[in-house]
Nanobody
Framework: QVQLVESGGGLVQAGGSLRLTCESSGRTLRGYSMGWFRQAPGKAREFVAAVTWTGDFADYADSVKGRFTISRDAKNAIYLQMNSVKAEDTALYYC??????????????????WGKGTLVTVSS
């Protein structure tokens, strides 16, 4: 089994920066795509960003392009560098992993592994 644990959430002012971390434990995630989703209050969970197993290709939601950067290290941890945050970035951020490359139109109920989330609150 795999456990994904997110950290780094908190309160940040609009225009500021925050870095989220997702660490995995359990069996290897070799070959798995990993990524970030978020759920704002009263809204459906949505895709934010994903990175391939090799880390050489990343995909982003249009709403975060140019502001957020996803990265991955050799220990299968992933990071989300959030810059120029906006009030609308306030959400519970989830880490996810699946053998299928994560993307915005992939059914979320088919994603194999999820973390429990870390809360990001942006004050305006």
């Amino acid at each position: 089994q795999v456990q994904l644990v997110e950290s780094g959430g908190g309160l940040v002012q609009a225009g500021g920066s925050l870095r989220l971390t997702c660490e995995s434990s359990g069996r290897t995630l070799r070959g798995y795509s990993m990524g970030w989703f978020r759920q704002a209050p009263g809204k459906a969970r949505e895709f934010v960003a994903a990175v391939t197993w090799t880390g050489d290709f990343a995909d982003y939601a249009d709403s975060v392009k140019g502001r957020f950067t996803i990265s991955r290290d050799a220990k299968n941890a992933i990071y989300l560098q959030m810059n120029s945050v906006k009030a609308e970035d306030t959400a519970l951020y989830y880490c996810a992993a699946d053998l299928i490359p994560l993307r915005s139109d992939y059914p979320q109920d088919r994603i194999e592994f999820w973390g429990k989330g870390t809360l990001v609150t942006v004050s305006s």
